[in-house]
């Protein structure tokens, strides 16, 4: 009687510890769910490019047997009105903050890089960088008639997505995309693209190029004096060398823009650089 009455507590102390050790693996994941992954994937910048441009994106390429770019585009065709810039604009900030983030400049760092680009007023510009068009448009509604905007990107894929992103915004007419890589294009825009010097460049592709192909542009020419260069993700991932020398440079009078990076709230901005010749 005795030895049943402590095998029946035994086991009932096994089952509740047991249910703790559930209950309390079930806590844990539910705070590393709705809290943890959300607080790195907002504010850390490695966090939050870990987990939206590795793990969601190529998750949702297998799920969806697709790719973002495609699913951004399908987004604007179907949100977006054809013709109207700001409608493209907004389809896909909608679609990065609600459905799946892209690395577009953004909303938040965009009001900066339009300011700069109304100000500055430019005829001819370059974006180093398209991926699926989204600056382009931003940049693109905002030139005067006549202006032009080069943009470069080496990606097809990216390319060809960009291309019907830009035509459905209806600013086609001022920008000309060309595929390939930039340190082989900006030696031949002289020649093959007929341009003198640029009024306006926007860095955004790989962000070890951004030192080199401003050293380029200058070997080159390409620069007027008072040319603005606006550099986009400084801080996140980063660009040091590029701020080392910019900010350094006595050919330059640098300035930063805090801001994040796009669709988060880790600390990211942009560098407004005026060539002074
Ligand atoms: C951050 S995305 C550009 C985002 C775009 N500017 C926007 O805000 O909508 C960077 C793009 O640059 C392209 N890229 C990177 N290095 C490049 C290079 N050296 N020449 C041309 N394209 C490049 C990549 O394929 C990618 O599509
Ligand atoms: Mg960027």
């Known amino acids: 009687m005795h030895t049943y009455l402590e095998t029946a507590a035994a086991e009932t102390s096994m089952w509740v510890y047991f249910l703790s050790a559930c209950a309390a693996g079930v806590a844990l994941l539910y705070a590393l769910w709705s809290w943890l992954i959300p607080a790195a ?3 850390n910048a490695w966090g939050a490019l870990l987990w939206h441009d590795v793990i969601v994106e190529r998750a949702l390429d ?3 047997r697709s790719t973002r770019p495609k699913r951004l585009l399908r987004a604007v065709q179907k949100n977006a009105t054809r013709g109207d810039p700001l409608s493209v604009i907004s389809a896909i ?3 990065c903050r609600h459905s799946e983030w892209a690395m577009n400049v953004g909303d938040e760092k965009g009001s900066i890089l339009d300011s700069v680009v109304s100000e500055l007023n430019p005829n001819t510009s370059l974006e180093l960088g398209t991926y699926c ?4 448009v931003r940049i693109a509604r905002l030139l005067p008639p006549g202006a032009r905007l080069i943009t470069l990107e080496f990606n097809p894929d990216y390319a060809a997505v960009a291309r019907q992103v830009i035509s459905w915004a209806g600013v086609q007419d001022k920008v000309e995309l060309v595929e390939g890589p930039s340190g082989d294009l900006i030696p031949q825009m002289k020649e093959r693209f007929g341009v003198e010097t640029f009024d306006f460049v926007f860095l955004d592709h790989w962000k ?3 030192l080199p192909d401003t050293n380029l542009l200058e070997e080159c020419g390409l620069l007027r004096k008072g ?3 606006l550099a986009d993700n400084v801080i996140c991932p980063g660009t040091p060398e590029y701020l080392a020398y910019i900010r350094n440079s006595p050919r330059y009078e640098s300035r930063y823009f805090q801001s ?3 669709y988060t709230k ?3 901005g942009l560098e407004k650089s005026v060539f002074l010749g």
């Open 266 to 268: 880790v600390e990211d």
């Open 133 to 136: 068009g989204y600056s382009t």
């Open 93 to 95: 900030d909608h679609f």
């Open 208 to 210: 070890d190029r951004y």
């Open 260 to 262: 994040h990076l796009e």
């Open 62 to 64: 297998l799920l969806t």
């Open 41 to 43: 994937v907002q504010y």
């Open 227 to 229: 040319a603005v260069l």
